[in-house]
């Protein structure tokens, strides 16, 4: 997070004692309402930092619930991101923000436009409410996460055996997995308690929410995915990595291979990865959507249905290209600033903990302020890419929903 927004942080402290009053939240959520417009992004996957959030003057609910997060925690609040579904959906589709004032949880949501200081019981709004901090919408194929907050619960849907459909995880500072509690029907049923990865015992709930027994296991009768001693964020992280490099893999576009290549060395780091993820998902998505209209168009005139003439498909091949080059651009742009904005941050942290008087404070401070320029270029740059690959998917979105009509499955008869 930049100096900057750091001091946009501290100024709603007025007394600046490290509490908020309620009048001074009350700014905040206005400030947010006059400075971040809320608007869906077109690439959809990508949950940006605060600080582009606020550079940019917009965002998703995601954003709003990751800059609000930020927000609070600086000013040593506990939060908690909440990738709720709200009533009437099929899936996850919402994030908010949770921030404990006091013994109550406050619900932060300026996306919904929910008014501050009220505490929503969130199970009369949200018929599913599963707070988290890296949780991925299982009905959709992109990962939602949330950078730079350290936070305590995550959830996970239990599908194998039904017996839970909310699962909360504490975590010890170090992100090892501590407990797992289990809800059913917004009751708790189940804890299974861990240490140093391993399950050590499970406690069993009553209807009442009474502990009915607690049952120590050995570690050999329970799953050796679920006594894994990374934390279920590095586990998921994993999976979806080796799933990742085989659809990688079989990536035909040569560019393509050529952005994955540059990356293998970076592997190792999880945040970096997760950054890669969002790419393959987006292209993944997005690309082999509007292959399928090229395929489409190509099926039409061999069948000689004629839909188009040749030069139209040529057209549309053409923008396909386009968007592809560009979208590819937009993913190193993006990469690069991720890297730099790492970097930015790292000095700034190391700076912070020095004397001003000191030499080595000036120097640190030096790094981030280059760090901070380069990362500034690369976001324009990948804006700017983002801004024209999107015309020309706009272009065959349009071709595409002649044949896929919005809100349907099946595609449409040639006219």
């Known amino acids: 997070m930049s100096d900057k927004l750091k001091e946009t942080f501290a100024s709603f402290d007025s007394d600046k004692d490290g509490k908020l009053s309620k009048s ?20 959809d996957d990508y949950t940006k930092m605060p600080d ?8 998703d609910c995601e954003d709003m ?14 939060v908690q991101i909440g990738i709720v579904a709200t009533e009437g959906s099929d899936g996850y589709n919402h994030a908010l923000t949770r921030v404990k004032v006091g013994d109550e949880w406050v619900i932060v949501d300026n996306a919904a436009g929910s008014e501050l200081g009220d505490t929503i019981k969130v199970q009369e709004e949200l018929h599913r409410v599963d707070y988290s901090l890296e949780k991925f919408f299982r009905a959709t194929v992109h990962p939602i996460k949330v ?16 017996k839970a459909d909310i699962v909360t995880r504490d975590s010890d500072q170090d992100g090892v997995v501590d407990t797992y509690e289990f809800y059913k029907d917004g009751k708790k049923i189940q804890e299974r308690h861990f240490e140093d990865g391993e399950l050590i015992k499970t406690d069993y709930y009553g209807e009442g929410g009474d502990l009915i027994s607690g049952e120590m296991l050995e570690p050999e009768e329970v799953s050796p995915k679920v006594v894994e001693t990374k934390s279920a964020y590095q586990l998921e992280v994993d999976r979806i990595w080796d799933e990742t490099g085989e659809l990688w893999d ?13 990356v293998q060395d970076k592997q190792e780091d999880i945040h970096y990865r997760h950054r890669v993820i969002d790419v393959w998902c987006g292209y993944d998505a997005w690309i082999n959507r509007d292959k399928v209209v090229l ?9 000689e249905q ?6 139209g498909a040529e057209y549309l091949h053409n923008c396909y290209l386009n968007h592809l080059k560009y979208f590819i651009e937009f993913c190193e742009y993006d990469i690069e600033y991720f890297q730099h904005s790492q970097m930015e941050e790292q000095y700034i942290d190391i700076a912070s ?27 324009n740059k990948k804006d700017e890419r983002i801004k024209q690959s999107s015309e020309y998917s706009d272009k065959i979105r349009a071709e595409y929903e002649k044949y896929y009509p919005r809100n349907s499955t099946e595609p449409a008869k040639p006219q």
């Open 250 to 262: 079989k990536a035909e576009d040569i560019d393509i291979k050529r952005l994955f290549a540059k």
């Open 52 to 59: 582009e959030t606020v550079y940019e003057e917009g965002g």
């Open 353 to 379: 903990q020095l004397d001003p008087g000191d030499p080595q404070h000036d120097y640190y401070i030096q790094l981030y302020d280059e760090q901070r320029e380069l990362s500034m270029e690369y976001m």
């Open 295 to 303: 395929d489409l168009y190509k099926k039409a005139y061999n069948d």
């Open 147 to 162: 950078r730079n907050i350290d936070g305590n619960v995550n959830g996970y849907d239990i599908d194998d055996d039904g």
């Open 65 to 78: 619930a990751v800059l609000n997060a930020e927000f609070y925690k600086s000013h040593g609040y506990e």
């Open 306 to 311: 004629k839909v188009t003439p040749p030069e």
């Open 24 to 43: 001074e939240r009350q700014t905040w959520w206005d400030w947010v309402e006059e400075n971040v417009e809320y608007m869906t992004d077109k690439f």
